[in-house]
């Protein structure tokens, strides 16, 4: 079995940063595309972020110029280096890893607010 663990989520001020992890636990090589996820209260679920093969990223318009996504070498891993952070921002947020089938986190929330 295969599970995807969030972490780096909290509470920050409007213009601030903040760094999401996602690191998979069970036996699994790697993940052929990661990515990030959003879901704020009454919404549906979006793509934030997504990297993809040899390196390809893509991300939504919303978030394009303030976050990053990076992965570790052996795509086991996910990064989303969440810079210039708006209230708008807030959700909770789930990684997902693509092995043949699709892995899900089970999210981490983001505030952002004074």
């Known amino acids: 079995q295969v599970q995807l663990i969030e972490s780096g989520g909290g509470l920050v001020q409007p213009g601030g940063s903040l760094r999401l992890s996602c690191t998979a636990s069970?036996?699994?090589?790697?993940?052929?595309?990661m990515g990030w996820y959003r879901q704020a209260p009454g919404k549906e679920r979006e793509m934030v972020a997504a990297?993809?093969?040899?390196?390809?990223?893509v991300y939504a318009d919303s978030v394009k110029g303030r976050f990053s996504i990076s992965r570790d070498r052996a795509h086991r891993m996910v990064y989303l280096e969440m810079n210039s952070l708006k209230p708008e921002d807030t959700a909770v947020y789930y990684c997902?890893?693509?092995?043949?089938?699709?892995?899900w986190g089970q999210g981490t929330q983001v505030t952002v607010s004074w």
């Open positions: 069970g036996r699994i090589s790697s993940f052929s595309t």
């Open positions: 990297i993809v093969g040899g390196g390809t990223t």
């Open positions: 997902k890893g693509r092995a043949g089938v699709d892995y």
